[in-house]
């Protein structure tokens, strides 16, 4: 081929080439150069090619984008190295929203008989708060928070939003029966979507409580997060409320997003997730008055929407709020994956992802089916959501602490620096598990924990101000 | 005559212990100064008190140490010092008298140290301050009873401690391999050794030596305060030096560390030899001292931090000539060291992170890696043509290089003629990756004239990026559009449509050019 030599009078000198040329005609050779190249190089040029393959979805370009995914896919597997792994989970959300987009009657088709598999995702979490030393970190900063918060008080009102691991309550109930004044009378109330999961942590929770005899009781709470009914929750009053939101507030937003679609389709909604500075720092007391304007648009809902619901994070935040808890501690994932842009997303999601599996494969070097578990059920459906979905059915809208920020102080609520006793006790679940490589960071009061400086899950301590 | 028991027993406890060096003290004498006599005797080095008056106090390490030695016989309060002790005398209504200050004018004081192997103890090399002498005493003979509580370190002087405690943690440096310090310039200096050493492991054997030459050489010019006008003297014996290095393993080190060392004893000791006019008095007392302390580093290799302590420790020694050998030294070091880390890190290292090369980088390490090699934009043009467009590959095999540092000038149409038609390819391609506009990467299926195409009218600044995801039928009919109308491929045959993304062919080519770039780039 005449462009074949011309590129190799340019190249000229490299060996390597003309050997190529020899091997042009046979199909699988390019690939087995690939596979030959040295797994960095190769993990290097999958992530550029990836990148590339975004683009052009980004772009709308499908033809180029399919057969570009085709070409990666090829090279990427669940089974492969970090690079291949981490590039095949993207991959198939680029693919399933290619599919989508293009031929939304084939896609439809083809997940028919799709069945959420809540076991294994369950699973997966399981597998991740076992192997991953995040949600023990979170937890055990949370429980001192409460601890540090529910001194002096005689009953404690404990509400988490996402009650699947008895051990984080276990936890808390030895922490409180070695509380000087002896522990208070506790109340949990669990919520989560599947009963049988609320049984067994019924089970593990009574068990614990009755060893320690700590008047305990457990309200099981069989919900979805954004159906919840906070009057069911029967907080009494005289209870000292905290909350536990462990990687939850998140889902929320998928509910604004498509809200403010419905009410203003043609707005561009590059703003969706955007806090105006001047509406930082509110007082709910001026709620009513600023509520039709700017706070709308905070949530990214167009002034004119005044028949519309109020955004359902705010709604939710608000009634949380109602409650006047002492102490709310939220968790959540420290990236922007709630972009507009496609782009934004994946490039923000590959930075996070490739942290996270690299922090995995680290913990997990001898463990490959558990890892590929929590890779595929846990990392790999947070990646299809961001980027396969759209309006409601992303539920993965991760954001940085700073845009909760806003979000929590407008609803009411003020910050409580995260003491110094937590930190300690984070410290020693990584030191005592032999966790190595993660670091925890105080940031005004906030915890960012990282995983060798790249930051990765944020956890900050709130308290209903009253006003 | 102040003759009280209390006084005359403080009194006693100022008598010097009998010292032959000096002349018999007046235990009778008021004058708590009993050696008035040696100081007129010796002169001073310079440095030191310059007054050849002053007179020569030696205290024995008991009234060295002493506090509290006037005593109220009333109620045995203990006071440092005559003065005070009178003035509390006045309060138990005892007679007092206050010394006057002499009329004359006052005699400078300096102090020896009672220790008779301390450098100190000669009345010539006598410190001007109480004070000073006191603490001395303590640093030096004393026992260390003060420990700092976060890191253990012990002192014998409560100011010392104290200070230390104010800095200690504060303001720390930690290298890569965990060490920790307080100082600048003894990090910066461990961290050219350390990771010299790193890389070392991780590559070839040839490369080590190749950089020991070069640190010769940089050391030479590093050096030239020393030396001024030694550099041929330098190269011979450097060159001397490097068969020689397995000798100069000083204690089972790696070649390196003691090739330098050994640098600075032989351009230590060079200048003596070859140019007698450069040494100076310390220089000379200097090449038998360093000896010594090259000795001094430690065994194992992973006492690289110990070998700063050599430093830091150097730095801090009492001996007045040698800190100033070695402060030139550490000056030195520090040159070196930049030179050093400028050698080791490649230009165009953004990231103030080191990346050793270990046998597999983490993901986040390559994905940064990948981004930085441009492939958001140069790969781009590599990877996200998929119209066949050769030149891209062109390009990115000749200009990688330039590519890279040419990166941020793509961004604007305007700047597309600066680069040669080659990269012009690429230039469209990065004007692709801000806006994410499909159109535009139909554009990259244009060919050599490219310049033409960039001015295509329908190069659509009106798509905004947020609408191509929504409902992908209107951004999609408007790529499509545009990848009709611009598309041409390389041979000028149109329709793209069928095009695959990534012809074999190509793929073959942009994978050695791949792996050849990045040969190129880790050069």
New interface residues.
Partial sequence: ?L??A??AQ??GS?P??FF?MS??PS?G???T??RE?K???R???L???L???A??V???????????L??ISLLASPDG???QR?VAYFTEALADRVLK??RPGLHKALNSTKLTCAAEIILAQKLFFEYCPFLRLSYVITNQAILETMEGEKVVHIIDLHCFEPAQWINLLEELKARQEGPPHLRITGIHEQKEVLDQMAVRLQEAAEKLDIPFQFCPMVSKLENLDIESLRVKSGEAVAISSVLQLHSLLAYDDDTMRRNSPSV???SSSVHLPGVLHMNPRTLGDFLERDVMSLYGASPDSQSSPPPKTLSFLNALWGLSPKLMVVTEHESNHNC????ERVDEA??FY??L??CL?NTLPRAPVERQKIEKFLFGEEIKSIIAC?GLERKARHEKLDKWIPRLEFAGFGKINLSYNGMKQAMRVLQSCNYDGFKIKEESGYFIICW???PLFSVSAWGFKRY | MMSDEGLASSLRGFIQDPNPNLPNPNPNNSNPNPNSNAAKRKRNLPGTPADPDAEVVALSPKSLMATNRFLCEICNKGFQRDQNLQLHRRGHNLPWKLKQRTNKEVKKKVYICPEKTCVHHDPSRALGDLTGIKKHFSRKHGEKKWKCEKCSKKYAVQSDWKAHGKICGTREYKCDCGTLFSRKDSFITHRAFCDALAEESARFAPIPSANLNFRNELFNGGLSSLQPAGNPQFSSSIAGLDPATGQLNLNGQKPRLPLWLDNANTQLNNPIGNHPGNSNAFLASSSTSLPELVQMTPTNMLGLSSQNQWFNSGGNASSSGLPRVLKEEEENRGNLSDHISSLYYNNGQNSSQHETAPAHMSATALLQKAAQMGSTRSNSAIFGTGFGLMSSSLSSLSNFNSLNQSRNELQNFGQAENLNGLMTSTSQSTITTNQGDGLLLGNMSSSNNLVGNLRHPSAPPTIMPGSTDRGGSQSKSSGNEAEGGLTRDFLGVGGNESRPFLQQNELVKFASSMSSAMDFGNQ
């Fill in positions: 081929m462009l074949v011309g590129i340019e190249e490299s390597l080439f190529l091997l042009s199909i050779s390019p690939y150069l690939l190249m797994s960095d190089e993990g290097m040029w992530f550029g090619f990148t590339a393959c683009r052009c980004a772009a709308g370009s499908l033809d180029s984008a399919s057969s570009g085709e070409q190295d970090i690079v981490i987009g293009w561009p909604n590059n507009h842009g496609l782009m590959l930075k490739a942290a599996f690299d494969e759209e060798h400086d790249y």
